[in-house]
């Protein structure tokens, strides 16, 4: 047994360890499984909410950008900053409506502003579609992770069910009170470990930061500006909006958003965010000092750039620092999506199938159907290939599909009616699925297009689609109602 | 007054909000270089890097302003 495995097991022990505690002197009905009594302070929700920014895709992925892609990897710090200042306005909103109605789930939202459990059924189909993808992809980074850093003496399928197991245990125990005690660990050790590596690496490899841009920009000229074309400014531009758009319509976000005991935190975290998510910086520099240190890393394998540079540059018992702090960025989300992909599920979908569930039976439902759900996710990262990636990817396009429904349903009424919401939802959906499935452009689509055009992110169609379909019914149902109501007069 | 009603109604002040994202983004095709460098980061992370802190700096004095309301 080496010493960076032992390390990794002594946190997981911690942070399985806390995530139990948690639930100390807690009762457990669906507003405490699920959001934690809605009394969450600043630090608790500031914890939640900054969960998002080190998933292990920023982990793994984002060096691994910054490694295999170079300057397009600079689009993950610019969504992020942006989705926060227009947070300042949008979550108070969001809070206050669902405060004193006891919302629990997004789609109960939905629910209540459009008066139409219909379109909470929706909302939730689509929640649950953009979430189990996202589970299995924390899952398969996990592995990575800890096969990694354990220098190959637990396989990726190992470590797959051990994390698994943990988190279902913690989860169905203690709820999102045990992904918040996490998160705590989970904030200090990422921070520690990123900025440390992100400082020392540049340093050891290379002298400084200028020198590391200078050799990179020398051995490989134009790898630290956007490409003229495909990952172009255009592209950055659209993929920027969109994702910002789509950042607070992942269901755990809305969750978060609940748990809060007051709006001021959401206007707090909008300041103290952006500042936060620079920490980033510091995993691009990890992957831009790999690049000349382990080069050769293809495709997929970019995503080990961090920890293959980092078992080079330091001790095992460092490496499995480093691999625990990986290991965190997939146990925290992980649990967020699992809680809400079970609340949906029990609340907005269970219940809608079985009117008069009682709300005892819909907080047992949820704790249950999290070791299934937890299952189906592993035997998915394990199995899966490239059709997790596709789900994945249609996963953030699906929920930004969300936007124009929520945005016009934030005033004293909304600005539609429930048909015309669901009938935009419906049709972004299935364009975000069409041009998935069949792995379209807009180069594909449109091959006369000036390159501009063919570099915005397609995921812009959908969301047009979505609007159109969304003001042409918005439009025609309200007179057709009003041409009926003449008939019958 | 409680501090919701504060940004519930919009002040003039609060349309500051989009300068990040507009000048951020705006910003890119002009920014897209790697000369000069600044504090070693090329052109157009410095320029991104910026504008992120700007972010804080903005919204941290909207939610002065919102704070100082009486």
């Given at each position: 047994m080496n010493s960076a495995l032992v390390v990794i097991g002594i946190v997981f022990a911690i942070a399985v360890g806390l995530g139990v505690l948690a639930r100390r002197g807690h009762d457990m009905s669906l507003e405490q499984w699920s959001l934690g009594g809605r009394g969450f302070g600043a630090v608790f929700v500031f914890l939640l909410m900054a969960g998002e920014i080190y998933t292990t895709f920023t982990f793994l992925g984002g060096s691994g950008w910054a490694y295999g892609r170079g300057a397009p990897a600079f689009y993950i710090l610019c969504y992020g900053a942006i989705a926060y200042s227009f947070s300042y306005f949008l979550l108070p909103v969001v809070w206050r409506y669902a405060q004193p109605r006891r919302l629990v789930s997004q789609?109960?939202?939905?629910?209540?502003?459009?008066?139409?459990?219909?379109?909470?059924?929706?909302?939730?189909l689509v929640g649950v579609t953009a979430l189990v993808p996202y589970l299995v992809l924390q899952l398969k980074g996990l592995g990575i992770i800890v096969s990694e850093a354990s220098y190959g003496s637990i396989t990726p399928a190992w470590a797959i069910w051990t994390g698994t197991a943990a988190l279902v245990v913690y989860v169905v125990v203690s709820g999102v009170r045990g992904s918040a005690w996490t998160a705590a660990l989970k904030d200090v050790m990422i921070l520690g470990v990123v900025v440390s590596i992100g400082i020392y690496l540049p340093l050891h490899y290379y002298g400084g930061y200028g020198q590391?841009?200078?050799?990179?920009?020398?051995?490989?000229?134009?790898?630290?500006?956007?490409?003229?074309?495909?990952?172009?400014?255009?592209w950055v531009i659209s993929t920027v909006l969109l994702t910002a758009?789509?950042?607070?319509?992942?269901?755990?976000?809305?969750?978060?958003?609940?748990?809060?005991r007051n709006d001021e935190v959401f206007r707090k975290n909008a300041v103290m965010l952006p500042l936060y998510q620079l920490v980033i910086l510091f995993v691009f520099f990890a992957g831009f000092a790999a690049f000349l240190v382990v080069p050769g890393l293809e495709g997929a394998a970019a995503d080990l750039s961090l920890l293959r540079v980092s078992k080079q540059a330091f001790d095992p018992w460092a490496v499995g620092v480093i691999g625990a702090a990986g290991l965190l960025t997939a146990l925290v989300p992980g649990s967020m999506i699992l809680i809400s992909a079970t609340t949906i599920l029990a609340q907005n979908i269970f219940r809608v199938l079985v009117p008069g569930t009682s709300d005892r039976t819909t907080a047992l439902l949820a704790r249950g159907l999290v070791p299934v759900t937890a299952f189906a996710a592993a035997v998915m990262a394990l199995r899966g290939g490239d059709a997790i990636v596709t789900l994945l990817l249609m996963g953030y396009n699906f929920v930004t599909q969300l936007f124009p429904a929520l945005i016009l349903s934030l005033g004293t009424r909304p600005r539609i009616g429930a048909a015309a919401a669901f009938a935009g939802i419906a049709a972004g959906e299935l364009t975000v699925a069409a041009i998935s499935v069949s792995g379209s452009s807009i180069a594909t689509l449109i091959p006369s297009a000036p390159q501009f055009l063919k570099d915005l992110n397609v995921g812009i169609i959908a969301l047009a689609v979505n609007v159109v379909v969304l003001a042409i019914v918005g439009v025609v149902v309200p007179r057709a109602e009003i041409a009926a109501q003449a008939v019958v007069q | 007054m409680t501090s919701g009603e504060k940004t519930r109604r919009f002040r003039a002040y609060h349309a500051a909000a989009a300068i990040p994202a507009i000048g951020l983004l705006a910003g890119i095709p002009f920014a897209n270089r790697v000369e000069p460098y600044v504090f070693g980061l090329p052109f157009l992370l410095f320029w991104i890097v910026a504008w992120v802190v700007m972010t804080s700096l903005i919204m941290g004095i909207i939610w002065l302003l919102d704070r100082s309301r009486p």
């Open positions: 789609a109960d939202f939905f629910v209540a502003k459009y008066d139409s459990r219909a379109i909470g059924v929706l909302v939730s590391m841009f200078r050799a990179i920009e020398h051995a490989k000229p134009g790898f630290l500006t956007l490409p003229s074309s495909g990952q172009s400014p255009v758009l789509g950042f607070y319509m992942w269901p755990q976000y809305f969750s978060s958003v609940y748990t809060a | -």
